[in-house]
């Protein structure tokens, strides 16, 4: 207990060390992560969590480091959990993510942290939940999460994050196939990076128009700025933007209502996952179960009879 004490005080006490060390328990799921994370809950809360998600090749890595410099500036202390794809030799983050933001690693205002997916859906890694969780104990006024290029069913990142940024580009193709029906309906924010480049005036005109067939919301419209990440222009009016939608979003209740919904949604994820673990130790312990595969190849029962054998020694409904 004593060591555990330690621990949240050096975490809460903005000890970097410690809190990488914490993090990356709980990527490897060790069971010292969900002790320590159990005694930091108390003490989280505070920091502003903003999902930044896109196409791959918008530029998002960029945005996220100039995002973090501007935040910087008017003195605040910034957390980055970049979800990298996975490494198919190590299983573990190919940090791309974290070389383009390696401007920033001098900052001790600044903690980055690079997650691999290790094939998890949705375009986050399966416990950016507890490292958001961990840094916003740590400090951490403003919280990116940089999620892998997703396409139109990834869009975990509103479980976890309390504004999203949508990063289009223009001259992708086909600009429309960009733009998810998906991630549009989950954006509080559009952002045209590279608006420099042919084409960006009609994206933003695109996007408009798809705003406008979203029909009302809670919340603000989504406005939809242009930005040149490279150069930092538009950056600071969107920080601007972000910090205008926390404060609406707080006085109108919704932010509220969504870290709730967020939170039940956690609690269900998590008691997934141990059901899943556990029905993994059934089939595994399942002696049988090379007999009933057996079985299954010839025909002589079938999927649902053995899912409900296997389900009743769960003792499952």
Known sequence: MRELGLTIDKIIAGDVRTASRVISFAENEDARAAHILKALFAHTGRAKVIGITGAPGSGKSTLTDKLAKEMRRRDKKVGIVAVDPTSPFTGGAILGDRIRMSSLATDPGVFIRSMGTRGQLGGLAKNTMSAVRILDAFGCDYIFIETVGVGQSEVDIIKLADLVLIVNVPGLGDDIQAIKAGLMEIGDIMVVNKADKEGADR?????????????????????????????????????????????????IGLLEKRRRRNLRLEVENLLLDRFTRRMRQVITAADEMDNLTESLYNRETDPYTVAETLGESMKLP
């Open 203 to 251: 994206l933003v005109i695109e996007l408009e128009t798809m705003l406008d067939f979203r029909g009302e919301q809670e919340g603000l419209r989504p406005p939809v700025l242009r930005t040149i990440a490279q150069d930092g222009e538009g950056v600071p009016t969107l920080c601007d933007q972000i910090d205008i939608h926390f404060e609406h979003n707080q006085k």
